[in-house]
């Protein structure tokens, strides 16, 4: 008889995977931590510290701080992801003490997690670029409307989810820490990475969940994959509203940090990453949804190809959450060159 999703992802196999993630997740005493990247307020050395922070923030423009911001938002969200992570079946930690190997993976995943929040808050609060009182209001609208991945409660498209998410947040992430750092802000440079190393180990946990659950039950598997991807990948700071969400999606696209292009790639490391051309033991309705996914890549190409991509000087909004004393407009006279032929009105 087939084995049930309890009985997979209880497995003593699936049990192994997932203890050796959280054995090698390590303890906080053993890792960084924020202020470790931070401004040390109890030395004598302070403001100097806060100073330089500063003046290094000012090499970066006005439309990077708002993606920063929209990371950080993005990060302190996170109580919405712990509800939602509880709510799966089966591997839901549900006395928040739980000793099985999920429910610890699930803590020692969320407790990583929370220092992305707190080490982009206190950077963005010292560095005076933003304004925080707008911020702190889209963290209380994101986490009071709540977030769901319209995974249904189903473990399988749960991590799923999380497989590609954390890849799309290590690659927004690692790519303004490149920034920072081709503008001189190697200390902003440094935060935005060791942010993206946790997000990249975290991408490689989930997607090893996966790959042992294919191993066992590849057509159930294929179906929550393909489920998923047809459902929508949902952006967590979609919980935020729509307008805010699109209007730091069109931000983003323009400044290339996550631009629908590396949604498409995301989709084609992971049918690499399982394999999903070479499965085998699917049943009927698994091998159609795997034909679906082997061509969706390309059919998404196709469409991409046809989409007018954004770009900062059509964006005419004012921005979100940054402070306007260096906005958009001299951003791009500044990037441009052309302090004297920009009107107002065109930018
Ligand atoms: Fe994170
Ligand atoms: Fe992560």
């Not at 109890?42 to 403001?47: C, G």
């Not at 712990?82 to 003490?97: E, P």
């Not at 393909?226 to 990948?233: L, N, Q």
Request: net charge negative; proline share 3%.
């Amino acid at each position: 008889m087939k084995a049930t999703q309890k009985e997979v992802l209880f497995s003593e196999k699936m049990l192994a995977v997932v203890s050796q993630k959280y054995e090698a997740a390590k303890e906080p005493k053993e890792t960084w931590a924020p202020t470790d990247f931070l401004p040390n307020f109890a030395s004598s050395t302070w403001q100097e510290e806060v100073k330089e922070l500063q003046d290094n923030s000012r090499n970066l423009s006005d439309p990077f701080f708002m993606a920063l911001a929209g990371n950080m938002i993005t990060e302190e969200g996170l109580p919405t992801f712990l509800t939602w992570i509880n709510q799966n079946d089966h591997i839901a930690d549900r006395s928040g003490v739980d000793d099985h190997a999920w429910a610890k993976w699930a803590r020692a995943w969320t407790a990583e997690e929370n220092k992305h929040g707190d080490i982009l808050h206190k950077y963005l609060y010292l560095s005076g670029r933003v304004d925080m009182r707008t911020i702190e209001i889209t963290i209380g609208e994101f986490i009071r409307n709540g977030f769901t991945t319209k995974s249904l409660n189903d473990p399988y498209r749960g991590i799923i989810f999380t497989s590609f998410q954390e890849r799309g947040t290590r690659i927004s992430h690692s790519r303004l820490g490149f920034e920072a750092k081709k503008a001189g802000d190697e200390s902003l440079g440094k935060i935005c990475q060791v942010v993206a190393a946790d997000e990249g180990r975290h991408e490689a946990v989930y997607q090893s969940f996966v790959q042992e659950v294919f191993n066992q039950d590849p057509s159930q598997m294929m179906l929550a994959f393909t489920e998923t991807i047809k459902t929508g990948i949902t952006m967590p700071l979609s919980a935020a509203g729509k307008d805010t969400f699109e209007f730091f999606s069109k931000v983003t696209e323009a400044l290339g940090m996550y631009t629908y292009g590396d949604y498409i790639e995301i989709l084609e490391f992971l049918l690499k990453r399982w394999n999903i051309d070479k499965l085998e033991g699917l049943d009927d309705t698994a091998e159609k949804a795997r034909d679906y996914m082997c061509l969706l890549p390309e059919r998404l190409k196709k469409i991409a190809s046809r989409k007018k991509p954004w770009l900062l000087e059509n964006i005419k909004e004012p921005l979100l959450w940054v402070n306007q004393e260096d906005s958009l407009v001299s951003h791009l006279q500044t990037k441009r060159g052309q302090l004297e032929s920009l009107q107002l009105d065109q930018v």
